[in-house]
């Protein structure tokens, strides 16, 4: 292993911490095999948002690493997205079980974007993500947070649903770009 291993290292250690918010809110919602006690519920979801967002800065640190080492690889080109998509899946499956009503339509619908967007990208053709896209996945961490934070504190529910809400503008916005590009390829 070498310095250069080192941005795949971090985008792999996302992936692990993904799994690992799941589990707890999971837990606090009851629904894992080991549900967290009512007691212990707040530490539960603390513990998942710190998860959170150590993984979420692990996004922005993985491609700074690489450019900064000189690692790009095709290996991390490949991992990055992927552990996008495991690190919003594993939060919002996640706080649908704790918190439904605040996240099940705005999680549902970027859900389905992801996936729409994945089906495009199936098809062979290369849809370079934009600098919007970047954006959209920002919001969506932050908005994820505020909702884990929303769970210890009620009183962030209405900024985590607007926030939630933004993403998923943000998420759709993009989504309908990508679809409008793939079509105007297909035209050529």
Not at 25 to 39: I, N, Q, R, S
């Amino acid at each position: 292993m070498t310095l250069k291993d080192l941005p795949n290292l971090v985008t792999a250690a996302r992936i692990a911490l993904a799994v690992v918010v799941f589990a707890l809110l999971a837990a606090a919602a009851g629904l894992a095999p080991v549900a967290a006690p009512p007691t212990a519920r707040a530490s539960v979801i603390g513990a998942a948002l710190v998860l959170f967002v150590i993984a979420a800065l692990t996004d922005f640190v993985d491609g700074w690493l690489a450019r900064r080492l000189d690692a790009r690889s095709a290996l991390g080109v490949m991992l990055d997205p992927i552990a996008d998509k495991i690190a919003l899946v594993g939060a919002v499956v996640g706080l649908a079980a704790l918190d439904a009503p605040l996240v099940a339509w705005p999680g549902a619908l970027m859900l389905m974007r992801e996936l729409f967007v994945a089906g495009l990208r199936e098809t062979g053709m290369k849809l370079p993500v934009s600098q919007l896209a970047k954006w959209k996945t920002t919001v969506q961490l932050v908005g994820l947070s505020a909702a884990m934070g929303a769970e210890l504190s009620p009183g962030l529910r209405p900024a985590a649903l607007a926030l939630l809400w933004l993403a998923t503008g943000l998420t759709l916005w993009t989504g309908l770009d990508y679809l409008r590009r793939t079509l105007a390829s297909l035209k050529d």
